[in-house]
Protein backbone atom coordinates (compact mmCIF):
# COMPACT_ATOMS: atom_id res chain seq x y z
CA UNK A 1 0.00 0.00 0.00
CA UNK A 2 1.34 3.29 -1.07
CA UNK A 3 1.40 6.73 1.27
CA UNK A 4 -2.07 8.36 1.31
CA UNK A 5 -0.75 10.57 4.75
CA UNK A 6 -0.96 14.11 2.02
CA UNK A 7 -4.02 12.95 0.19
CA UNK A 8 -5.68 11.18 3.28
CA UNK A 9 -5.53 14.99 5.00
CA UNK A 10 -6.29 16.79 2.07
CA UNK A 11 -10.07 14.85 1.50
CA UNK A 12 -10.11 15.88 6.00
CA UNK A 13 -9.45 19.09 5.56
CA UNK A 14 -11.52 19.75 2.14
CA UNK A 15 -8.54 21.18 -0.07
CA UNK A 16 -9.53 20.37 -3.28
CA UNK A 17 -6.92 21.68 -5.22
CA UNK A 18 -4.23 19.92 -2.75
CA UNK A 19 -6.29 16.20 -3.44
CA UNK A 20 -6.17 16.44 -7.09
CA UNK A 21 -2.94 17.29 -6.73
CA UNK A 22 -1.96 14.55 -4.90
CA UNK A 23 -4.45 11.73 -6.53
CA UNK A 24 -2.95 13.01 -10.03
CA UNK A 25 0.76 12.51 -8.61
CA UNK A 26 0.04 8.87 -7.05
CA UNK A 27 -1.26 8.02 -10.86
CA UNK A 28 1.65 9.69 -12.66
CA UNK A 29 3.79 7.16 -10.09
CA UNK A 30 2.02 4.30 -11.59
CA UNK A 31 -0.18 3.94 -8.31
CA UNK A 32 -2.75 0.81 -8.76
CA UNK A 33 -6.38 2.89 -8.62
CA UNK A 34 -7.99 0.16 -6.51
CA UNK A 35 -5.23 1.28 -3.59
CA UNK A 36 -5.74 5.66 -4.40
CA UNK A 37 -9.68 4.60 -4.22
CA UNK A 38 -9.55 2.30 -1.52
CA UNK A 39 -7.10 4.26 1.35
CA UNK A 40 -6.64 7.28 -0.64
CA UNK A 41 -9.93 8.21 -0.67
CA UNK A 42 -12.70 6.42 0.95
CA UNK A 43 -10.20 5.46 4.17
CA UNK A 44 -10.34 9.42 5.03
CA UNK A 45 -14.07 9.44 4.89
CA UNK A 46 -14.38 7.25 7.34
CA UNK A 47 -12.98 10.06 10.07
CA UNK A 48 -14.87 12.63 8.54
CA UNK A 49 -18.07 10.29 9.96
CA UNK A 50 -16.65 10.03 12.97
CA UNK A 51 -15.34 13.34 13.16
CA UNK A 52 -19.04 14.39 12.33
CA UNK A 53 -20.56 11.61 14.79
CA UNK A 54 -18.26 13.40 18.12
CA UNK A 55 -19.67 16.93 17.11
CA UNK A 56 -15.90 18.17 15.83
CA UNK A 57 -17.42 18.70 11.99
CA UNK A 58 -20.16 19.89 10.61
CA UNK A 59 -22.18 19.33 7.40
CA UNK A 60 -20.89 22.21 5.12
CA UNK A 61 -17.53 20.69 6.23
CA UNK A 62 -18.72 17.10 5.77
CA UNK A 63 -19.85 18.14 2.59
CA UNK A 64 -16.76 20.13 1.39
CA UNK A 65 -14.43 16.79 1.82
CA UNK A 66 -17.25 14.90 0.41
CA UNK A 67 -16.86 17.23 -2.87
CA UNK A 68 -12.86 16.83 -2.84
CA UNK A 69 -13.70 13.12 -3.04
CA UNK A 70 -15.64 12.91 -5.83
CA UNK A 71 -13.08 15.71 -7.65
CA UNK A 72 -10.73 13.26 -7.13
CA UNK A 73 -12.99 10.27 -8.27
CA UNK A 74 -13.63 12.14 -11.79
CA UNK A 75 -9.95 11.71 -12.15
CA UNK A 76 -9.44 8.16 -11.80
CA UNK A 77 -12.68 6.82 -13.66
CA UNK A 78 -11.52 6.44 -16.41
CA UNK A 79 -8.80 4.07 -15.68
CA UNK A 80 -11.40 1.33 -14.28
CA UNK A 81 -12.55 0.86 -17.66
CA UNK A 82 -12.51 -3.23 -18.23
CA UNK A 83 -12.49 -3.85 -21.89
CA UNK A 84 -13.29 -7.36 -22.28
CA UNK A 85 -17.23 -7.74 -21.10
CA UNK A 86 -19.04 -8.26 -24.93
CA UNK A 87 -22.71 -8.77 -22.78
CA UNK A 88 -24.21 -5.38 -21.52
CA UNK A 89 -26.64 -6.19 -18.65
CA UNK A 90 -28.90 -2.69 -17.64
CA UNK A 91 -28.79 -1.63 -14.18
CA UNK A 92 -31.19 1.01 -12.77
CA UNK A 93 -29.47 2.53 -9.87
CA UNK A 94 -29.91 4.80 -7.16
CA UNK A 95 -30.35 6.63 -3.46
CA UNK A 96 -33.50 5.49 -1.91
CA UNK A 97 -36.04 8.05 -1.11
CA UNK A 98 -35.51 10.73 1.96
CA UNK A 99 -31.66 9.97 1.53
CA UNK A 100 -29.38 12.30 -0.29
CA UNK A 101 -25.93 10.45 0.27
CA UNK A 102 -24.77 9.56 -3.26
CA UNK A 103 -21.10 9.42 -3.50
CA UNK A 104 -21.17 5.36 -2.56
CA UNK A 105 -23.87 4.81 -4.93
CA UNK A 106 -21.73 7.23 -7.97
CA UNK A 107 -18.69 4.97 -7.06
CA UNK A 108 -20.69 1.88 -7.46
CA UNK A 109 -22.04 3.17 -11.13
CA UNK A 110 -19.06 4.14 -12.40
CA UNK A 111 -17.42 0.73 -11.56
CA UNK A 112 -20.30 -1.40 -13.13
CA UNK A 113 -20.57 1.16 -16.11
CA UNK A 114 -16.24 0.34 -15.85
CA UNK A 115 -17.06 -3.38 -16.01
CA UNK A 116 -18.89 -2.90 -19.42
CA UNK A 117 -22.80 -2.86 -17.64
CA UNK A 118 -25.09 0.13 -19.07
CA UNK A 119 -26.32 2.53 -16.02
CA UNK A 120 -29.63 4.21 -16.12
CA UNK A 121 -28.67 6.73 -12.78
CA UNK A 122 -32.00 7.97 -11.33
CA UNK A 123 -29.87 9.96 -8.91
CA UNK A 124 -31.11 10.66 -5.09
CA UNK A 125 -33.75 10.36 -3.03
CA UNK A 126 -35.89 7.82 -5.19
CA UNK A 127 -39.26 6.96 -3.89
CA UNK A 128 -40.44 3.63 -4.77
CA UNK A 129 -42.92 4.12 -7.40
CA UNK A 130 -40.38 5.57 -9.54
CA UNK A 131 -38.31 2.91 -9.24
CA UNK A 132 -40.85 0.76 -10.57
CA UNK A 133 -41.80 2.92 -13.21
CA UNK A 134 -38.01 3.41 -14.33
CA UNK A 135 -38.09 -0.66 -14.44
CA UNK A 136 -41.05 -1.25 -16.26
CA UNK A 137 -40.39 1.15 -18.70
CA UNK A 138 -36.68 0.52 -19.42
CA UNK A 139 -36.72 -3.36 -19.17
CA UNK A 140 -33.45 -3.34 -16.63
CA UNK A 141 -32.31 -7.14 -15.26
CA UNK A 142 -31.11 -5.18 -12.15
CA UNK A 143 -32.19 -2.33 -10.22
CA UNK A 144 -29.72 -1.35 -7.27
CA UNK A 145 -30.56 0.74 -4.62
CA UNK A 146 -28.59 2.41 -2.13
CA UNK A 147 -28.97 3.77 1.48
CA UNK A 148 -26.89 5.73 3.97
CA UNK A 149 -29.08 6.25 6.61
CA UNK A 150 -30.66 3.46 8.71
CA UNK A 151 -33.87 6.24 8.80
CA UNK A 152 -34.11 5.32 5.06
CA UNK A 153 -33.33 1.76 4.70
CA UNK A 154 -36.79 0.71 4.82
CA UNK A 155 -37.81 2.31 1.30
CA UNK A 156 -35.35 -0.53 -0.49
CA UNK A 157 -38.14 -2.82 1.71
CA UNK A 158 -41.28 -0.39 0.32
CA UNK A 159 -39.42 -0.80 -3.24
CA UNK A 160 -39.72 -4.34 -3.30
CA UNK A 161 -43.32 -4.97 -2.23
CA UNK A 162 -44.29 -1.90 -5.07
CA UNK A 163 -42.04 -4.55 -7.51
CA UNK A 164 -44.43 -6.97 -6.51
CA UNK A 165 -47.48 -5.18 -6.13
CA UNK A 166 -46.64 -4.31 -9.86
CA UNK A 167 -46.01 -7.99 -10.95
CA UNK A 168 -42.83 -6.55 -11.88
CA UNK A 169 -40.69 -9.12 -9.27
CA UNK A 170 -39.38 -12.20 -11.22
CA UNK A 171 -38.64 -9.60 -13.74
CA UNK A 172 -35.67 -7.91 -12.15
CA UNK A 173 -33.05 -8.96 -10.07
CA UNK A 174 -32.73 -6.47 -6.73
CA UNK A 175 -29.25 -5.61 -5.00
CA UNK A 176 -28.82 -3.41 -2.07
CA UNK A 177 -25.84 -1.89 -0.57
CA UNK A 178 -24.90 1.00 1.85
CA UNK A 179 -23.17 1.70 4.78
CA UNK A 180 -25.91 0.89 7.71
CA UNK A 181 -27.32 -2.37 5.13
CA UNK A 182 -26.27 -5.84 5.60
CA UNK A 183 -26.47 -9.18 3.89
CA UNK A 184 -29.01 -10.27 6.50
CA UNK A 185 -30.99 -7.04 5.98
CA UNK A 186 -30.89 -8.32 1.90
CA UNK A 187 -32.25 -11.65 3.55
CA UNK A 188 -34.98 -10.30 5.72
CA UNK A 189 -36.29 -8.13 2.54
CA UNK A 190 -36.21 -10.39 -0.62
CA UNK A 191 -33.45 -8.58 -2.34
CA UNK A 192 -31.40 -10.95 -4.55
CA UNK A 193 -27.86 -9.74 -3.54
CA UNK A 194 -25.87 -7.58 -0.85
CA UNK A 195 -22.66 -6.05 -1.42
CA UNK A 196 -20.55 -3.77 1.26
CA UNK A 197 -18.48 -2.14 -1.66
CA UNK A 198 -18.53 -1.14 -5.22
CA UNK A 199 -15.75 -3.79 -6.10
CA UNK A 200 -18.12 -6.75 -4.58
CA UNK A 201 -21.55 -4.75 -6.26
CA UNK A 202 -19.72 -5.80 -9.77
CA UNK A 203 -18.82 -9.70 -8.90
CA UNK A 204 -22.39 -9.39 -7.54
CA UNK A 205 -23.96 -7.89 -10.47
CA UNK A 206 -22.33 -10.16 -12.96
CA UNK A 207 -23.49 -13.44 -10.81
CA UNK A 208 -27.00 -11.64 -11.00
CA UNK A 209 -26.57 -11.90 -14.95
CA UNK A 210 -25.29 -15.10 -15.28
CA UNK A 211 -21.82 -13.75 -16.32
CA UNK A 212 -19.63 -15.63 -13.95
CO1 LIG B 1 -24.19 11.99 6.03
N1 LIG B 1 -24.35 10.59 7.38
N2 LIG B 1 -25.81 12.86 6.70
N3 LIG B 1 -23.78 13.37 4.74
N4 LIG B 1 -22.48 11.17 5.81
C1 LIG B 1 -23.39 9.50 7.33
C2 LIG B 1 -23.91 8.37 6.45
C3 LIG B 1 -23.27 9.10 8.88
C4 LIG B 1 -22.86 7.63 9.11
C5 LIG B 1 -22.32 10.09 9.59
C6 LIG B 1 -22.21 9.83 11.09
O1 LIG B 1 -23.06 10.23 11.84
N5 LIG B 1 -21.14 9.13 11.51
C7 LIG B 1 -24.75 9.43 9.38
C8 LIG B 1 -25.77 8.29 9.23
C9 LIG B 1 -26.13 7.59 10.53
C10 LIG B 1 -27.10 6.48 10.24
O2 LIG B 1 -28.24 6.70 9.92
N6 LIG B 1 -26.63 5.24 10.32
C11 LIG B 1 -25.08 10.61 8.49
C12 LIG B 1 -26.07 11.59 8.81
C13 LIG B 1 -26.72 11.44 10.16
C14 LIG B 1 -26.44 12.62 7.92
C15 LIG B 1 -27.49 13.73 8.12
C16 LIG B 1 -28.80 13.27 8.77
C17 LIG B 1 -26.79 14.87 8.92
C18 LIG B 1 -27.67 16.03 9.30
O3 LIG B 1 -28.13 16.75 8.44
N7 LIG B 1 -27.91 16.14 10.59
C19 LIG B 1 -27.73 14.25 6.68
C20 LIG B 1 -28.85 13.48 5.94
C21 LIG B 1 -29.18 14.09 4.60
C22 LIG B 1 -30.08 13.16 3.79
O4 LIG B 1 -29.58 12.27 3.15
N8 LIG B 1 -31.38 13.36 3.85
C23 LIG B 1 -26.39 13.94 6.07
C24 LIG B 1 -25.84 14.68 5.04
C25 LIG B 1 -24.62 14.45 4.47
C26 LIG B 1 -23.98 15.37 3.43
C27 LIG B 1 -24.98 15.95 2.43
C28 LIG B 1 -23.29 16.50 4.16
C29 LIG B 1 -22.87 14.43 2.80
C30 LIG B 1 -23.34 13.65 1.55
C31 LIG B 1 -22.82 14.23 0.27
C32 LIG B 1 -23.11 13.34 -0.90
O5 LIG B 1 -23.26 12.13 -0.81
N9 LIG B 1 -23.17 13.96 -2.05
C33 LIG B 1 -22.69 13.40 3.93
C34 LIG B 1 -21.55 12.56 4.04
C35 LIG B 1 -20.40 12.86 3.10
C36 LIG B 1 -21.48 11.50 4.99
C37 LIG B 1 -20.27 10.57 5.32
C38 LIG B 1 -19.23 11.39 6.09
C39 LIG B 1 -19.57 9.92 4.16
C40 LIG B 1 -20.49 9.13 3.23
C41 LIG B 1 -19.69 8.74 2.02
O6 LIG B 1 -19.82 9.35 0.99
N10 LIG B 1 -18.77 7.76 2.21
C42 LIG B 1 -20.97 9.44 6.21
C43 LIG B 1 -20.05 8.81 7.23
C44 LIG B 1 -19.36 7.58 6.65
O7 LIG B 1 -19.93 6.85 5.85
N11 LIG B 1 -18.14 7.33 7.05
C45 LIG B 1 -22.26 10.09 6.58
C46 LIG B 1 -17.85 7.32 1.15
C47 LIG B 1 -18.58 6.35 0.24
C48 LIG B 1 -17.63 5.88 -0.84
O8 LIG B 1 -18.97 5.23 1.03
O9 LIG B 1 -21.43 5.72 0.75
O10 LIG B 1 -20.66 3.89 2.33
P1 LIG B 1 -20.47 4.66 1.10
O11 LIG B 1 -20.51 3.65 -0.13
C49 LIG B 1 -19.75 2.46 -0.16
C50 LIG B 1 -20.51 1.24 0.38
O12 LIG B 1 -21.47 1.56 1.38
C51 LIG B 1 -21.07 0.60 -0.84
O13 LIG B 1 -20.11 0.88 -1.85
C52 LIG B 1 -19.55 2.18 -1.63
C53 LIG B 1 -18.10 2.18 -2.06
O14 LIG B 1 -17.36 1.11 -1.65
N12 LIG B 1 -22.37 0.99 -1.38
C54 LIG B 1 -23.04 0.10 -2.16
C55 LIG B 1 -23.06 2.13 -1.32
N13 LIG B 1 -24.19 2.03 -2.03
C56 LIG B 1 -24.21 0.79 -2.57
C57 LIG B 1 -25.13 0.15 -3.40
C58 LIG B 1 -24.85 -1.16 -3.80
C59 LIG B 1 -23.71 -1.82 -3.38
C60 LIG B 1 -22.78 -1.20 -2.57
O15 LIG B 1 -25.65 -1.89 -4.58
C61 LIG B 1 -26.79 -1.30 -5.07
Sequence with gaps: MSNFEA????????????AVEETKKAMDAGTEVQDILDNGLIAPMDEVGANFASGKMFVPQMLRSAKAMQECM???????????????????????????????????????EGAGLTIIDLGVDIAADVFVEKVKETGADILAMSAL???????????????????LRDKVKVMIGGAPVSDSFAGQIGADAYAPDAGTAVIEAKKLLGLS
Excluded: C, R, Y
Design 149 to 167: LSTTMPGMKETIEALQSAG
Design 7 to 18: LNEAIIKADINK
Design 74 to 112: ALIQPHFQEQDISFKGKVIIGTVKGDLHDIGKNLVSMMM
